[in-house]
């Protein structure tokens, strides 16, 4: 069965660094196609895909959010964390870590396991 | 890319057969994803590829079209199926629709 939980602050100041971490389990993230990302719900912009890391750490970023974000991952404790500079309130959401999923055709773009995610508030 | 998802909200009954359409702002073949997000909960992927669908999902629910057309169908709407649903571009821009709200009616 696998399972994704975040982790992390549900409060963070403006300007501050956001750090969740993602623990996961029924799979390993050592092994081709696997990849690991955050997706974001805000009242603004609806779901947003923030960035992935894969099995052999190659990393993919939203465009536009890609100079505050940076991922790492650490198969041996089954972790996968995401850091996120100079928070806004803007930034106020719900932080979902997500397993991507993968086909004869796709790898990396579809989402087949979520995280119940996380609410993250950001105000001073 | 953007992606727009018509209604915005519908209105329904248990029983009813419904049908749910994303357009895509420029032509992405079949790199299409649906998901279902129930109150409080996370999205569940419910198809990928315009039309196949995920494992563990109930053969109720259908996608269809290519280019820029899209559509979710379901028939024969359930209790469960109540809930906001969501297109996604399977391109390494990932972008997701806004959703459309099946309401009771």
């Known amino acids: 069965q696998i399972t994704l939980k975040e982790s992390g602050p549900t409060v963070v100041k403006p300007t501050e660094t956001l750090t969740l971490t993602c623990t996961f389990s029924g799979f390993s993230l050592n092994t081709s196609p696997e990849g690991v990302g955050w997706i974001r719900q805000t009242p603004g912009k609806a779901l947003e895909w923030l960035v992935l890391i894969y099995w052999d750490d190659d990393k993919r970023y939203s465009s536009s959010l890609r100079s505050r974000l940076n991922i790492t991952k650490d198969t041996s404790k089954k972790q996968v964390v995401l850091s996120m500079t100079n928070m806004d309130p803007a930034d106020t959401g719900t932080y979902f870590c997500?397993?991507?999923?993968?086909?004869?055709?796709?790898?990396?773009?579809?989402?087949?396991?979520w995280g119940q995610g996380t609410l993250v508030t950001v105000s001073s | 890319i953007q992606l727009t998802q018509s209604p915005s909200s519908l209105s329904a009954s248990v029983g009813d057969s419904v049908t749910l359409t994303c357009r895509a702002s420029q032509g992405i073949s079949t790199y299409l994803a649906w998901y279902q997000q129930r109150p409080g909960k996370a999205p569940k992927l419910l198809i990928y590829?315009?039309?196949t669908l995920q494992s563990g999902v109930p053969s109720r629910f259908s996608g269809s079209g290519s280019g820029t057309d899209f559509t979710l169908s379901i028939s024969s709407l359930q209790p469960e199926d109540f809930a906001t649903y969501y297109c996604?571009?399977?391109?390494?821009?990932?972008?997701f629709g806004p959703g459309t709200k099946v309401e009771v009616k």
């Open positions: 590829g315009a039309s």
């Open positions: 997500v397993r991507s999923g993968w086909s004869e055709t796709l790898t990396g773009y579809f989402f087949d396991h």
């Open positions: 996604q571009v399977l391109n390494s821009y990932r972008t």
